[in-house]
């Protein structure tokens, strides 16, 4: 099978699907697609071992639509929604982050949540990575897990990133995680195993 995730991207309201993008995903996918909605604001997709699937994400891309890989690569950002609108909540940073690290292979599936204020309404303390635009700064956190019974909130690795400086941190920790990181070792593992201290050492370098 081939299998692929679709997104519509973010925007101030959130991740938003036009009725056009749906339609034109349906006629595209045909009857035989296999979709499932993840808890990650990305539509995973299954097509038959001989679709075209290029022609597909290309139809899929002409109507704005995202496309990303599915395994172990970092995922698009989850968001909040903006509420308090673009420029105030950091969409244009986010945007830029998420074009940086989107798709990059990793151990694991890694997943990167960004939110707008300290309400962290995207729930930012359960991802791999947590980032909180804090007034005119970002505090990331690291480590936290929503899964199995042995779920966990991530820990404040660096409060007070200036946005210049945020695409470096990130990549910093994806850089640690490629390679160090076991195959199928999930990141919040990772930093148990290397510890906080370890991974904080390792980021601060770039600021
Ligand atoms: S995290 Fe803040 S900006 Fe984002 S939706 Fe929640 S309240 Fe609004």
């Given at each position: ?15 938003i ?8 995903l ?16 990305q ?16 139809k ?5 639509l ?19 609108g ?8 986010a945007?830029?982050?998420n ?13 990167i ?26 505090d ?5 897990n ?24 990130v ?11 076991k195959k199928r070792?999930?990141f ?20």
């Amino acid at each position: 099978m081939k299998l692929f995730a679709v997104t519509p991207g973010f925007e101030v309201g959130g991740s938003i699907f036009k009725p056009e993008q749906l339609s034109v995903l349906g006629n595209v996918l045909g009857d035989k697609a296999r979709i499932e909605l993840t808890n990650f604001q990305q539509l995973y997709v299954e097509l038959d071992e001989d679709s075209d699937v290029e022609m597909v994400k290309e139809k899929l891309k002409s109507v704005g639509l995202q496309i990303y890989p599915v395994g172990s690569y970092v995922k698009s950002l989850k968001t909040c929604s903006f509420c308090q609108g673009a420029e105030v909540e950091g969409l244009p940073t986010a945007l830029a982050l998420n074009d940086a690290v989107a798709g990059q292979e990793v151990p694991a599936p890694m997943h990167i949540a960004y939110t707008g204020c300290t309400n962290a309404c995207g729930e930012p303390l359960l991802q791999d990575i947590g980032i909180v635009k804090n007034k005119e700064v970002f505090d990331v956190y690291v480590g936290g897990n929503p899964k199995t019974l042995k779920a966990q909130v991530g820990e404040l690795l660096i409060a007070g990133v200036p946005e210049n400086k945020l695409n470096d941190v990130v990549q910093q920790l994806i850089n640690l995680y490629k390679e160090n990181g076991k195959k199928r070792e999930k990141f919040s593992k990772f930093v148990g195993r290397i510890t906080i201290d370890k991974v904080r050492e390792n980021a601060q370098i770039v600021l």
